[in-house]
């Protein structure tokens, strides 16, 4: 069945004002956000009831949807494909509505001159080092931005005087567009969305209140601060128009790679390389830090490939935190190549000693004889 407000409410298309009532009653109790706590489904299918309600139950409104069907919901989607009800967020019913409708319905829908002066958000992407986000930083950064006029202190005006209302959208800022069957909301073009005028613009901002250009802007990166991390600076994104609130500045921050250190929350891994004979006898490295220091590590007696050494409090700072995280050493044990003939005696001595000491790999070994075993009986049977 075709999903729309009639079938919402469970009535039928040519219901009646009083059927349409009782209908909505019924399914605004069943979805009721205090008979159904917590329940994000229900709370949104009682949004849905309820805006079903207000378009079926205004006989203008109801008019106007019969008459554009409630596909048009969809296409003012933008072909991103209809999914019931469910594309939606809160809000963005009702405004899609009078998006649509305004026209047929006169609808008065307040959306505030104030809002569209309002600076927009920014968003800046910055990239550090792992030694910088160890350490933490302080950095400048430059960004394209809208700033306040300094020729007339952002009020847009020559002499500072007073702005007017518009009289193209009497002071809303927005105004009513005809695109074809719909009526659509748009800035309006007069007072660029602000509601006012001014009778003397400024010539540099041509009344604006702001101009764009190079903002400089210093930043505190934190110590320990992890990759992907964002920071909000509230009041720092682009200046309002005329004095309006300014938007936010986003600085998300970038980790790049580190030849020596691989980062994992707050540890720092290092693959290290020990040599054969190091591995078995055990010994003492040193080992470089990220905060530049180096410290001895204890390779043990026997140690194995890609074992973990794991030293304390060694690895990356912590937000907000004294302690550090771990320095993690992963054995890379290699086998030695180009042998001088001195070691090679030492080896082979090394090795004829090793053959009568199997009990290191008797497991594998004790495998080998029952395979060997299972193979004979098969070739036998
Ligand atoms: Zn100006
Ligand atoms: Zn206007």
């Known amino acids: 069945m075709e999903h729309n407000f009639y079938t919402l409410l469970g009535v039928s298309s040519t219901a009646t004002a009083a059927e349409i ?31 079903a309600h207000e378009v079926l139950s205004d006989p203008k409104k109801r008019e106007a949807y019969d008459r554009v069907g409630h596909s048009a919901f969809q296409n003012q989607q933008g072909g991103g494909g209809y999914e019931g009800f469910h594309g939606f967020g809160e809000g963005d019913f009702s405004s899609i509505f009078e998006d649509l409708f305004s026209d ?5 829908r307040s ?6 002066q309002k600076g927009g958000d920014l ?11 160890f350490a933490g930083i302080s950095t400048e950064i430059q ?5 306040s006029c300094a020729t007339c202190q952002g009020s847009g005006s020559k002499s500072k005087a007073k702005p007017k209302n518009c009289g193209s959208c009497r002071g809303r800022g927005r ?31 041509k009344g604006e209140g702001r101009t764009r250009g190079q903002k400089k802007l210093s930043i505190s990166i934190p110590a320990g601060i992890h ?96 302690q550090r995280g771990d320095l993690c050493v992963m054995a890379k044990i290699y086998i030695p190549v180009h042998l001088t003939a001195k070691q090679k005696v030492s080896l082979q001595d090394f090795h004829e000693e090793e053959k009568n000491k199997t009990h290191e790999v008797k497991g594998f070994f004790s495998k080998i004889k029952k395979f060997v075993k299972n193979l004979s009986v098969c070739f036998l049977g």
């Open 123 to 133: 968003h800046y992407q910055i990239a550090v080092s792992l030694e910088e986000a």
């Open 21 to 51: 009532k009782k209908a909505y009653h019924k399914k605004a109790l069943q979805y009721h956000p205090d008979k159904n706590p917590g329940d994000a489904e229900a709370e949104k299918k009682f949004k849905e009831v309820n805006l």
């Open 227 to 322: 990759d992907q991390s964002q920071i909000r600076m509230s009041g720092k994104g682009e200046t309002g128009k005329r004095g309006g609130t300014s938007g936010d500045l986003y600085v998300q921050v970038h980790i790049k790679p580190h030849e020596l250190f691989e980062r994992k929350d707050n540890d720092l891994y290092c693959d290290y390389p020990v040599s054969m004979t190091l591995a078995a006898l055990g010994g003492d490295i040193d080992i470089p830090c990220i905060d530049g220091q180096t410290v001895t590590v204890k390779i043990p007696e026997g140690a194995q490939y890609n074992q973990k050494i794991i030293v304390r409090h060694k690895g990356m700072s912590q937000l907000n935190r004294s």
């Open 175 to 205: 105004v009513h567009v005809q695109r074809g069957l719909f009526a659509i909301e748009t800035e309006c073009k007069a007072c660029y969305g602000m509601g006012s005028t001014i009778s003397d613009p400024c010539s540099d901002c």
């Open 104 to 108: 047929f319905v006169g609808g008065s």
């Open 111 to 116: 959306r505030s001159p104030q809002s569209s």
């Open 143 to 147: 960004f394209p931005t809208y700033s």
